[in-house]
């Protein structure tokens, strides 16, 4: 080179800052720098983390793009034009922060003073999760998002059941067997991706740890893994159950464990309650003494978990019993009918697993003696967002409960959302020895109501997750829900549910053009805030303060987001924003009271905040950090975080003493509970609620989707991968650069026997119509891919919106799906998430795919073509 | 000596293509740009079927094709063997790109510098400070971060790489862990036929 100024951006003169990641909900530690000239040019991961140990993912290398967008909001706007939809452009106008927070409050005051459910919130920033408490201000508990339907409606509460925390993930640390069952885990999304993907990698590498991917597509997982198990969508759960049934006609369980550490002995009788003496206390059956005793009799000689028994006059079982009866009817044969695998795989499998799983072994951790059990069945969204999504969670948690490795070294491991404190503990004792259930991890239920408070009808839902997704069909029906209100006014932040929800995108617009107001606060433009009347644009993560722990798998700690260069519009925090809001309604003190509840400020009264004055995002951030290690922001600020390995004695058997929920008696309760509540109140649709999704055990009863009918011969399935997560991501110039590259998302996936069957070439154009509704793509044939199934990346359910940097594809996977009660979870409030397709050649692009800003435009050698 | 490498590991490599944004990020690479890039192929028929995740990037051969035909002296080889361009003596002619055999030299287009990644000429300050490292029409490629290395640091797609699928090291050195896997886990090197002696190779 002649010139010796650096050319490479990490090398130019300039200043290193730690902070941590936003691309994604999660928060890998990161370095940036900044040039001399205060321009944003490279941003790595950073090395001291215990995390992501300087690693980042493709959507962290690309946070510059979205910080430097020409498209950011760069100062509050007006719509002037009065027509709303997907397209049309807003025609926004410029106008003062005064005015815009002026407007807002007017219109939020008016709606909230006549009723409080009238407002229909959709905040989503899950980095700033006190955020999602503002509604509570004004007494409202509606939810316009998709938290459950399109997360874990089905995961979290059983989460919370068997490890009490939020999240799960195998222990990275010993794990040799890693079952994943349609999920990203470890390989492409998910918990922290570019951090686990490391010790993953590192795990297959050096210690051989064997992956068997369990999914209808061959996802980045499947294709590193030493073998790639093809599945009928939504039969995930009959492939567990078949696991079980083998694992327990063969001998193959931890019977220490389900004997001793959890309720497997259990007494249940026909009501499904545990059988107590007069002090509440479960009885077991002592097989040796041959009589029934309190669980905790030291006199037990041996824990009965199976037979038939009859104690204070019932009839009764061993829940272990009540499973293995259940398991009568899965046996491999049965459930390959089901599933399509093999019966033989399901054999194989279930053995290798119980003999990776080292049944009897032990390792010596921190001077505590624990079961090594270095075989884990990790899953996530493709194996469990099924109409009967909590089922399919016990399913999945109790492969691993039968052999022990629930909480243990190498298992499958509870991983908490937000310890706040680095100290607190995640477990309680239950009742009757068992680790108390925990099921809501994102905050209290709302309580019964009747009419109902909530628009997606959370009342009805004791164990569930916000069911965002029945707010169209509730809007659409409001008699036969009794709703005695109407909402006319949204609050959005950070959250594009018109893109999110599934069900037809036509009646979501209807709602939002019905809206008599829309607030949102936001970044960029997307399918959402395009409905917005006010728009007040926020900082981006680079401008903004943060502390938060989220959901890490295998580390703990606060990382700290900090502003590497002053906001480069007329932007402004969330916080600062609320507390306005808040401020205008008069009701700062009940925000800052919320905000003390939700952040654990109130058992430390040092950083209890002052109930009369307005705190920065900066002063949240302190605080956050001083409740979690005593560190002020200073030190944070010089060590970008306070992450360090899960400490052993709380990631590991942290519940040593009590009782795993095998079999899970609350169900049963909840179920009873909200029974008599709707009953007494007479609730209309009381009898056509769906009694029977409430199961104590997994049964094997048939996903919906798996009964319907014929006509649609396909299961269509979607799926993101590493480069791509929100609406927003094909925004930014660097991830379009590398997906639309990707011949997996640029085409619909279709197996090549498939299309051969029906006479259809890669490259076809088709039609792809579900009972609910219709996308268009090309298609791209795959040998990966179940032959029943079609694949449809994320990448292509893009709509027309008033971002022209996304090029919208052929219609949205989610129209396609149902967004009802009928495919609902009536315990755990999840949506189904695949449908039965059609497909039909078509023999020209249809016009309204024929724009400038269509994927069907490109013509530089990327995408469709 | 030092003769600068890299191991590819293809078990280790998932695909994200971090590598390739990270490099866009370190080197302000305009759209369509890669000095680096990861390709995939499927191999085998359902359902005994994978998908391998392929890293390339410039080989920096020891005996480069591009730096034999280069007729102006711009592409040259440093003494730790990295292949550098020297975009103020690149007349553009493109022989480099002809002689390549890995398709690893691209041409730098003024559109590319004028449009910006966002299109319609609206450059990011992002852009402006990094763009004038480009001489418009010259053919630029990988030069495996030298500054970066210069400094001891790794190159940036090593440095990002999640699953630690890249290792950058000295391959003179037998200690070093590029040595190390090479001889391990036999590292193969692309196109051998064509004698370039790259200095890049992969393991499985």
Known sequence: ?865 | MTSYGMVFDVKRCIGCNACTVACKQENSLPDGVFFTRTLSAEVGEFPNVSRTYLPTICNHCEDAPCEKVCPSGATYSRDDGIVMVDGALCIGCGSCAVACPYDMRTKIEETQLTNGLFGEGNLTPFEEQGYTRFECGTFTKCDFCSERVDAGKDPACVATCPTDARVFGDLDNPDSKVSRLIRDRVGRQPLPEKNTRPKVFYID
């Open chain 1, 1 to 865: 080179m002649t010139d010796q100024t650096p050319v490479q951006n990490s090398m130019k003169s300039g200043t290193w800052k730690k902070s941590s990641c936003k691309m994604c909900i999660h928060s890998c530690n990161t370095v940036v720098h900044v040039t001399d000239d205060g321009v944003i040019n490279k941003i790595e991961g950073d090395p001291d983390s215990p995390a992501n140990m300087g690693r980042l993912c493709p959507k962290g290398n690309a946070a510059i793009m979205r910080h430097y967008d020409p498209t950011r909001f760069k100062t509050p706007l007006k719509r002037t034009n009065p027509e709303k939809g997907p397209g049309i452009d807003p025609m926004w106008e410029p106008i003062s922060w005064e005015e815009a927070m002026e407007t807002t409050i007017r219109e939020l005051k008016t709606s909230i003073d006549e009723d409080p459910r009238k407002l229909l919130p959709s905040i989503a920033d899950f980095q700033k999760l006190y955020l999602w408490a503002w509604p509570l201000v004004v007494g409202n508990s509606n939810y316009f998002s998709t938290a459950g339907s399109f997360c874990g409606g089905g995961y979290h509460p059983m989460n919370g059941f068997i490890h009490s925390t939020f999240a799960a993930a195998n222990d990275v640390n010993y794990c040799n067997y890693w079952i994943n069952n349609g999920s990203g885990d470890g390989f492409s999304s998910h918990l922290h991706t570019a951090a686990q993907a490391f010790h993953v990698a590192n795990a297959r590498v050096e210690r051989n740890m064997r992956v068997v991917c369990v999914e209808p597509r061959l996802s980045i997982g499947g294709a590193k893994a030493e073998e790639w198990v093809p599945i009928k969508p939504a039969s995930d759960r009959h492939f567990a159950l078949g696991l079980c049934h083998v694992l327990i006609e063969e001998g193959l369980c931890d019977y220490e464990t389900l004997k001793h550490d959890t309720n497997a002995p259990y007494l249940v009788g026909e009501d499904g309650y545990f059988i107590r003496d007069s002090d509440g206390k479960a009885y077991v059956w002592d097989g040796k003494d041959n009589k029934a005793k309190t669980y905790d009799d030291k006199s037990i000689g041996e824990f009965a978990i199976e037979g038939t028994y009859e104690v204070e006059g019932k009839a009764c079982k061993p829940s272990f019993q009540r499973f293995k009866d259940i398991l009568a009817e899965c046996t491999p044969e049965q459930m390959s009918e089901i599933t399509t695998v093999p019966a033989e795989t399901i054999r194989r499998i279930a053995r290798e697993f119980s003999t990776a799983a080292e049944i009897g072994n032990n390792i010596t951790i921190d001077g505590r003696d624990l079961p090594l059990r270095p075989a884990g069945y990790n899953y996530y969204r493709g194996a469990h967002a099924h109409k009967y999504s909590s089922q399919s969670n016990h399913a999945f948690k109790l492969v691993n409960m039968l052999v022990g490795s629930i909480d243990v070294p190498g298992g499958h491991v509870g991983a908490t959302l937000d310890d706040q404190k680095v100290d607190n503990g995640h477990v309680a004792e239950g009742d009757s020895g068992q680790l108390l259930g925990t099921p809501h991890q994102l905050g209290p239920h709302p309580g019964f109501s009747y009419p109902p408070d909530n628009m997606d009808l959370m009342s009805y839902f004791p164990l569930g997750v916000h069911p965002g997704h029945l707010n169209v069909e509730v809007w659409n029906n409001p008699e036969k829900f009794s709703l005695d209100f109407k909402p006319d006014v949204m609050l959005i932040c950070h959250s594009n549910p018109i893109w999110s929800l599934p069900g037809k995108r036509e009646d979501w617009f209807k709602i939002m053009r019905e809206m008599r107001f829309i607030v949102a606060i936001d970044i960029v433009p997307n399918d959402t805030n395009a409905f917005a009347d006010i728009i007040l644009p926020g900082h981006d993560s680079l401008e903004s303060w943060n502390m938060t722990m989220i959901e890490p798998p295998h580390t703990e700690g606060m990382c700290l987001r900090q502003p590497m260069t002053d906001p480069l519009y007329d932007t402004r925090s969330e916080e600062d924003i609320f507390n306005d809001i808040s401020e205008g309604l008069g009701l700062l003190e009940v925000w800052n009271t919320i905000l003390n509840i939700v952040n654990g400020f109130e058992e430390s009264p040092n950083l209890k905040l002052e109930l009369d004055q307005k705190h920065s995002d900066k002063e949240m951030a302190r605080r956050k950090g001083l409740n979690w290690n005593g560190k002020d922001l200073d030190w944070y600020i010089e060590h970008g975080h306070a992450v360090t390995p899960r400490r052993t004695d709380k990631w590991y058997k942290p519940w040593q003493g009590l009782r795993l929920n095998f079999y899970i008696e609350d169900i049963v309760r909840e179920r009873d509970g909200l029974r008599k509540a709707m009953d007494t109140a007479e609730v209309p649709i009381r009898d056509e609620w769906h009694w029977d999704d409430y199961q104590p055990l997994p049964t094997p009863v048939l996903e919906p989707v798996l009964r319907d009918n014929d006509e649609y011969d396909l299961y269509a399935i979607t799926f993101k991968d590493i480069q791509l997560n929100f609406g927003e991501s094909l925004s930014n110039p660097w991830i379009k650069d590398i997906v639309y590259r990707d011949p997996v998302h640029t085409a619909l996936q279709l197996n090549t026997k498939t299309a051969a069957a029906k006479g259809l070439e890669h490259g076809d154009l088709v039609l792809v119509e579900s009972k609910y509704g219709k996308i268009y793509g090309r298609l791209g044939l795959t040998e990966g891919i179940h032959p029943e199934t079609i694949g449809v990346s994320n990448s292509l359910s893009r709509m027309m919106s008033q971002n022209a940097g996304v090029p919208y594809g052929g219609g949205h996977f989610n129209d396609m799906l149902p967004a009802d009660l009928e495919n609902t979870d009536a315990c755990s409030a999840q949506c189904e998430s695949v449908c039965r397709v059609k497909l039909t050649k078509l023999d020209h692009i249809p016009d309204e795919l024929k724009g400038e800003g269509s994927l069907y435009s490109y013509s530089d050698g990327r995408a469709a073509q």
